[in-house]
């Protein structure tokens, strides 16, 4: 049974940074692809970012491009999601979510991935 375990969520003002972490359990793969997705209520899950487990290429929402940063550990099955500059429109519960391997062209899609973490709110203030 695989887990996806989120952490590192909390409350911080605008311009601030947080970083969340992910780690992957009870699978036979060591090159996950690791994906972050975000959710407010009423609306939509919303692609952040992306990891190839194979060769750590690294996708990202236009919206967080320049200000966000995953990285990985293969062989810690660990991923995380490093923010800084963070905005008031950032704030919503993220997932952190896994496949042994997405095809590019559906990475954005959260339906593409099995696992999903339990999420971790983050909160950004004026």
């Known amino acids: 049974q695989v887990q996806v375990v989120e952490s590192g969520g909390g409350l911080v003002e605008a311009g601030g940074s947080l970083r969340l972490s992910c780690t992957v359990s009870g699978g036979t793969s060591n090159r996950y692809t690791l994906a972050w997705f975000r959710q407010i209520p009423g609306k939509e899950r919303e692609f952040v970012a992306a990891r190839r487990g194979n060769g750590g290429h690294s996708y990202y929402a236009d919206n967080v491009q320049g200000r966000f940063t995953i990285s990985g550990d293969n062989a810690k099955n660990t991923g995380h999601l490093q923010m800084d500059n963070l905005k008031p429109e950032d704030t919503a519960t993220y997932y952190c979510?896994?496949?042994?391997?997405?095809?590019?062209?559906?990475?954005?899609?959260?339906?593409?991935?099995?696992?999903w973490g339990q999420g971790t709110q983050v909160t950004v203030s004026i």
């Open positions: 979510a896994a496949k042994s391997y997405v095809i590019l062209s559906a990475i954005r899609s959260s339906s593409a991935f099995d696992y």
